[in-house]
Structures are given as structure tokens and as C-alpha cells.
């Protein structure tokens, strides 16, 4: 089953995040999340993204699909990707897609087995999904 | 093509958790779902597309099964959305 591994500056966002997933998608994906700084500051951490994405490919996510909110981030998940191995390395996928939204879109595809693909392209969709009632 | 009609009861409509589970039940099924809301459709197997209908409270939706399974995959459907939805009344006359 794919992975998620959700990045944010804050800590409290991506907890609350997970919870939200969690609760929608259900509990059989694999779902590691790194938000702040190793200090607890808003931020984001290399260590920390790096942590997270051991800890879903050690969980058995066949292929993991990363999501990211904004900033340095894209930074830290650079310097965390250049320490996985080749093989760990052609297992992880970055989305473009807005966190929140993207990372429940994709979950959900996750927990009916979706593949990479369909999981990246799900998060995608999030982009232009409708919120508001037709006029 | 059979089809059944559902009446949405939840105070929030089909929000996030329900139409995830929604999908869920369906993607175990190889019959072509297909849901219709207000004049339009969705594929029942796309949390996206199923979110994109904003279906309110008390707002009618009607559930097609084309394939094999057809009616396995309506009665898990409307199983699955129990607390969620309730049986539409029949139009009069």
C-alpha cells in the first residue's frame, strides 16, 4: 500500500492532519508526518523529513507519496532525499498538491490500493476541487 | 441498469467521512457506479468527484450499478451509507 508522509512548519498542523486522515481514509495506511523545527520552532527540519520517510518505508509503504506545505520546506525534504539510497530514493514521490486537501485525496486512494500513480494524480486533484455548492 | 434513491439525512450532507467510505465499498466492485445529484454525475469510485457534488442535507441522490454485480454493489452501498442516508420517497402518482 502507498505512504504518505506529510511535511509543515508546525508540528500541531501535521498532528492535526493525521488525525483528520486517520479518521477518513482509516487506519491501514501508513501515514509519518514531520512539522517544525528539532527545536520545536516553526520550521521545518531535514532530520525530522528524513525520520518520517525511514519510518513509512520501514512500514511497508511499497511507495510513498510526500506532501509539502510551502517555503523551506521544499529545502529540508531536498537535503532529507539526497540521504536515501537509490532504491529508497525511486520509492518516494513528491506531490505539488495542497496539504490539507491533497493529503486526504490521497489516503483515500491509498486504502483501496491504489498505485503511485493514481495516489500522486488523486492528491493532484485536490488543486481545483470544488468546495462550494454550485451557484 | 438498476438504481436505487437515497435521501442524504446527515445534518452535514455526504461530507468527507461518509463519501470516503463511499468509495471504499465501491472500488470493491468491478459494475461502472455511477451517482447523480442535481442534474449531475459522478463516478462513485472518485473521492473528488463524489466531494465535487456538494451534496447538502436533505438533498436526493440516486446510485447505478452497470456490470456484473450491480445489485451486490447497490445493496453495500446503501448499506455502507446507513446512518447517513435514508430510503427517498417514491415520486407521487
Same mark, same amino acid.
Given at each position: ?12 498542523l501535521?498532528e492535526?492532519? &493525521?488525525d483528520m486522515v486517520v479518521?477518513?481514509a482509516g487506519d491501514?495506511? !501508513?501515514?509519518?508526518?514531520?512539522? $517544525?523545527?528539532q527545536?520545536g &520552532?516553526?520550521?521545518?527540519?531535514a532530520?525530522h523529513?528524513a525520520? @518520517?520517510i525511514?519510518?513509512?518505508?520501514? #512500514?511497508?509503504? %511499497? %511507495?510513498?507519496?510526500?506532501?509539502? %506545505?510551502l517555503?523551506?520546506?521544499a529545502?529540508?525534504?531536498?537535503? #532529507?532525499l539526497?540521504?536515501?539510497?537509490v532504491a %529508497?530514493r525511486a520509492?518516494? &514521490?513528491?506531490s505539488e498538491a !495542497?496539504?490539507v ?6 489516503a483515500?486512494?491509498?486504502?483501496i490500493g491504489?498505485?503511485?500513480d493514481?495516489?500522486?494524480? @488523486?492528491a493532484d $486533484?485536490?488543486?481545483?476541487m470544488?468546495?462550494?455548492?454550485? @451557484? | ?5 437515497l ?8 461530507h ?12 470493491r ?8 445529484h442535481?442534474g ?10 463524489l466531494?465535487?457534488?456538494t451534496?447538502r ?5 440516486t ?10 454493489a447497490?445493496? =453495500?452501498?446503501? =448499506?455502507?451509507?446507513?446512518p447517513?442516508v ?8
Open positions: 500500500m502507498v505512504g504518505l508522509v506529510l511535511i509543515s512548519h508546525s508540528g500541531t501535521v492535526g492532519l &493525521r479518521q477518513v491501514e495506511v !501508513p501515514v509519518a508526518i514531520a512539522g $517544525g523545527t527545536d &520552532r516553526l520550521g521545518t527540519s532530520p523529513i525520520a @518520517a525511514r519510518s513509512t518505508l520501514d #512500514a511497508g509503504g %511499497d %511507495d510513498i507519496l510526500v506532501l509539502l %506545505d517555503g523551506s520546506a529545502l529540508s525534504l531536498e537535503i #532529507a539526497e540521504d536515501l539510497d %529508497d520509492r518516494v &514521490r513528491v !495542497p496539504l486537501e491533497g493529503a486526504i485525496l490521497a483515500v486512494q491509498a486504502s491504489a498505485s503511485i493514481e495516489v500522486a494524480a @488523486a $486533484g485536490a488543486a481545483t470544488a468546495k462550494l455548492p454550485r @451557484a | 441498469m438498476p438504481d436505487i434513491r435521501t442524504v439525512i446527515d445534518p452535514s450532507g455526504l468527507a467521512r461518509p463519501a470516503a467510505r463511499f468509495v471504499q465499498t465501491a472500488t466492485f468491478a459494475s461502472r457506479i455511477t451517482i447523480h442535481d449531475r454525475d459522478a463516478d462513485a469510485k472518485s473521492l473528488i468527484a466531494l465535487g457534488l451534496i442535507p436533505s438533498s436526493e441522490i446510485l447505478e450499478a452497470d456490470g456484473p454485480d450491480a445489485d451486490q447497490l445493496a =453495500a452501498l446503501a =448499506a455502507e451509507l446507513t447517513y435514508a430510503a427517498a420517497a417514491e415520486p407521487a402518482g
